[in-house]
């Protein structure tokens, strides 16, 4: 059984884009170029996010969207 802790810090797009809606990597990677405070960055070769700063700012995108 993983931890919390584990499942908090997410890598890679497998476990990136889940939590987008399953958006394409194309759009995540477009999302990331238009928007400073998207909370993903490039570790090692890996894209990585925290799972609760990335479900929190898709809230905000989805919102500011819809005005």
Request: net charge neutral.
């Amino acid at each position: 059984m993983q931890s919390k802790k584990d499942t908090d810090i997410l890598i890679g797009m497998d476990q990136i884009r889940p939590v987008l809606n399953n958006i394409s990597e194309a759009t995540v990677i477009r999302i990331k170029r238009d928007f400073e405070n998207f909370p993903i960055k490039k570790l090692r070769g890996q894209w990585v996010s925290s799972r609760k700063k990335l479900e929190d700012w898709w809230w905000w995108y989805l919102e500011s969207e819809e005005e």
